[in-house]
């Protein structure tokens, strides 16, 4: 029996695609994540949730805004009742945008021009990413004594979301704090009316635990727009289930069985990466390294990987990493700039993924934001199906790539920040699982 979509997400980046895509599955959601937004004449998709995978969040601002409304018009299409736009669970951006500016003409063009409120939560309590007091704590540190402190694109150096959105929007920005949150949906409800009569556009909600999502949860029943991180997707599919729209949904996460080579492919310089890569490498996983600086030189390393990689694959998992320590990073940006650094080791993972998709890999595990944008595009992949979570995050998917004449391939696609020290053998552990009777 077809479904009708329910809600309808617009993720800035693949891996928080995937992350939201997650929970909602997770929740009993059946969820269909496209890559980019697709055609407005491609029909009716059979979900209860549809995820459309932007690769927007470092983009310039009024880019991220026009593929966001493209997806809020495709997502319309489809007879969504409530849109969320994502981004991730440490409010990656800069004082020029792109969450303020999203978030502006999201709501501009569902309520009109300076109207219409909603809320930023990125709360993430199951990967330690809280909200108290309006500042973004990641585990026991404030965001700004995080290590994304030194993230090459996007610095967060305060971790004062009131603040920070504010730098970015046009709209008046307020604060739900937790002592309002704590007492219920009720309170929280009526702490947005208050802050709306007070010419309040977008109110910051703390969060500190999974009950908090719950409850904010049912206060955003039939807002027409939620922005958030993956966490708030905890909460909102309960009221769907009250009001008899939403059946469980046992099988949500279920995929086809995985065939074929494994390979993990690491753009991330993430503090949680980099120990990822070590914990493979000491437990004797092989492993290539990318240098940008020999991509730079004119060497062809997507050719020295594959033929790294190709009598190695028949033996487990590979690894190529571009993944460094943030010294390391900065002076590659130092020596060729911060954009082209990037798109340079970007260009060369995703050529390289292909690469191995064609000699047979069809289990992959692809680091870092950026980087699975890149490599998703590069399969040629448009649409995939959310299937078992590895780590709070981070699911499998099953795709369809030409790269391989149409085969399934297993991708999971990881943030950066996200995962546990063995996340990489553990990643292929879990599909063993679900194999299983």
């Known amino acids: 029996m077809s479904r009708r979509p329910l809600l309808g997400c617009i993720a800035d980046d693949f891996t928080g695609a995937t992350d939201l895509a997650n929970n909602l599955v997770r929740s009993g959601m059946r969820t269909v994540q496209t890559i980019g937004v697709p055609d407005e004449t491609g029909g009716p ?171 904010i949860g049912v206060a955003l029943a039939g807002m027409p727009l939620v922005t958030a991180g993956s966490g708030i997707a905890i909460g909102l599919p309960q009221n769907w289930r009250t009001a008899g729209a939403l059946a469980p949904d046992e099988a949500a996460d279920r995929l086809p069985a995985a065939t074929g080579l494994r390979a993990v492919v690491s753009g991330s310089c993430s503090l949680a990466t980099n120990a990822q890569v070590q914990q493979f490498r000491q437990q004797g996983g092989t492993a290539f390294a990318v240098n940008p600086l020999d991509i730079a030189a004119g060497q062809d390393v997507v050719a020295q990987a594959l033929e790294w990689a190709a009598p190695r694959l028949a033996q487990g998992p590979v690894l190529v990493y571009a993944t460094a320590e943030a010294e390391a990073v900065r002076a590659v940006q130092a020596r060729l700039g911060v954009a082209e650094a990037g798109e340079l080791v970007e260009r060369t993972l995703s050529r390289i993924a292909a690469g191995l998709v064609q000699a047979g890999v069809r289990q992959l595990v692809v680091a870092g934001g950026e980087t699975s944008g890149a490599v998703v595009q590069a399969l040629g992949v448009r649409q995939m199906a959310i299937g078992p979570q590895i780590d709070p995050g981070v699911p499998w998917t099953a795709a369809v790539s030409p790269v391989c004449a149409g085969d399934t391939v297993h991708v999971a696609l990881k943030s950066g920040n996200f995962g546990s020290l063995d996340f990489f053998t553990k990643a292929f552990a879990r599909l063993e699982e679900q194999a299983r009777p």
């Not at 300076?114 to 704590?137: E, M, S, W, Y």
């Open 45 to 215: 998709v059979d979900a209860d949730a549809l995820v459309v995978a932007l690769k927007s969040r470092t983009i310039p601002a009024d880019e991220a805004v026009a593929q966001s409304l493209a997806a809020l018009r495709w997502l319309q299409s489809q007879g969504v009742q409530q849109v969320c736009f994502k981004y991730c669970s440490t409010f990656d951006s800069t004082p020029a945008g792109n969450i303020g500016p999203v978030t502006d003409a999201l709501l501009d063009a569902l309520h009109g021009p300076g109207q219409g409120f909603t809320i930023a939560c990125p709360a993430f309590p199951d990967n330690q990413r809280t909200v108290f007091k309006g500042h973004l704590f990641v585990g026991d540190v404030l965001l700004s004594d995080s290590g994304m402190r030194h993230h090459p694109l996007t610095p967060m150096t305060d971790a004062n979301l009131v603040r920070v959105l504010q730098a970015q929007t046009q709209r008046r920005v307020g604060l739900v704090p937790h002592e309002v949150v704590a007492r219920g949906a009720e309170a929280i409800a009526q702490r947005f009316a208050a802050l709306q009569a007070d010419g309040v556009g977008i109110a910051v909600v703390d969060a500190i635990g999974n009950d908090d999502l719950y409850r």
